[in-house]
């Protein structure tokens, strides 16, 4: 999204506060939103508008986001760094702390919050344009018009409309107050003029922090701050409590349902899709399926109503069926899971298999055409391609001290309510008797029976009910 003629810039993302109104133990920035870290998306945006680099100011919590940035971008060749504030002594110290991060090569600056989860690429771009524009400012800023601007920094300007400055809430008159002009606390400025505007900060205000706010009034007397009113003061918002993430969450699962619509998915508004997921076109996510974490969707597959899916691959044109629940597993092209199926992680269940209701998988293998379509238990086993399990059947894979493996041959067939006492191997093409218990291996094609034998005792029911009529009636 970057255009030609914009130099090198580095975004320093402000994140050391704790964010005390989220009442949490966990660092404010790291609070999720449809499954990634809201500092992430600030990240995301910094790099889609062309940053080279990124420095994240850390304090509170620092080793928990140092850690998050490290997975999600370091890990991936991006370049995210983060820069120590020790005290959180106000947003302008923040910056100083920044300051010793910057490469040489860095001409122009870019300052976010960390809390702004919605924020839009394009318009940090408009941002980089209105400075490449005016070149003789050493700042731009967004700003943005909102019905209540309690909290935030208004705007001042002059009587010819020209930015003069920003006055915190707390310590802004009440005609200040009034202003509904606000700060979202988006800011552009040149490398030179921002080191020597931070060197002249004061903590003479309210709150007696170092307020970055006041480098606008410096630009403003040294060739202007070039302001930008934000289209979509909407995708500029902060997030302070709980409240506000589960409302900036809807808005971001709108945006991915939107995305996937645009190609070719066909998903209700009651779905909810987090970020890492993908989705190929023409498949169907129905109402209230949640898909989580790394989960591949391929085409035409669909997921039936109310599925919980966690990094999970469902190949093309697989049916899972209604209030499956499946993490860490693989569904084949064509296999039909549900409803009511349990995938424990590592199933891996291939291309045309049937899984019903009631069955539960964990670390095990059903082949190619292989069927269990009803109530059964099946553990750490490997069921062959085309083998049929019957319902009821119980895989016994633990001794209360070890797991073991239960491996049955392609084209067995599994009778009803049979238990398989692992480790064992039934042979390709063998039958298991309906009831058995099986302990041992069963050859290829051999019939494992292992219960009672039946007996039948003639009119043996009727002169049993006659002998409790009787006795009731005494
Ligand atoms: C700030 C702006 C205000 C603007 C508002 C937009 C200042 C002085 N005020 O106010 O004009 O309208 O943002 O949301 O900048 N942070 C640090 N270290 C600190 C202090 C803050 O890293 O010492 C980080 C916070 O973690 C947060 C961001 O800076 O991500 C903003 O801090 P916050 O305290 O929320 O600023 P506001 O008082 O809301
Ligand atoms: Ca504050």
Known sequence: MATAQQAPFTAVILAAGQGTRMKSARP??????????????????????????????????????SAALDKAFSAHGKSVRTALQPEQRGTGDAVRCAMPQLKPSTEAVLILCGDTPLLDPGQLTQLLDALAGASDAPMALLTAQVADPTGYGRMLRDGSGRVIGIREHKDASPEERAITEVNPGVYLARSAFLERALAGLTTDNAQGELYLTDIVAQAAKAGGAAAVVARDAGSL?????????????????????????????????????????????????????????????GAGARIDVGSVLTDVVVEAGASVKP??????????????????????????????AHIGNFVETKKTVVRKGAKANHLAYLGDGDIGEGANVGAGTIFCNYDGFRKHRTEIGPGAFIGSDS????????GAGAYVATGTTVTRDVPEDALAIGRVKQENKEGYAAKLKARLKDAAKK
């Not at 209700?268 to 996510?285: L, M, P, Q, Y």
């Not at 209030?323 to 291309?351: C, K, N």
């Open 28 to 65: 404010k920035v790291l609070h999720e939103l449809c499954g990634r870290p809201m500092l992430h998306y600030v990240v995301d945006a910094a790099l889609a508008a062309g940053a080279s680099d990124v420095v994240v100011v850390v304090g509170h919590g620092r080793a928990e986001v």
């Open 237 to 297: 918002v902060g997030i302070n409590d709980r409240a506000q993430l589960a409302a900036a969450e809807e808005v971001l699962y709108g945006r991915i349902a939107d995305r996937l619509r645009r190609g070719g998915v066909t998903i209700r508004t009651s779905a909810r899709v987090d970020a890492g997921v993908a989705v190929e076109a023409d498949a169907v996510i129905e109402h209230a399926v949640v898909l989580r974490g790394q989960t591949r969707v």
């Open 323 to 352: 209030y499956t629940v499946a993490s860490q597993s693989s569904i084949g092209a064509g296999a039909q899971i549900g409803p009511f199926s349990h995938l424990r992680p590592d199933s891996q269940i291939e291309a045309d």
């Open 419 to 426: 238990q398989i006492v692992a480790p064992v191997k039934i």
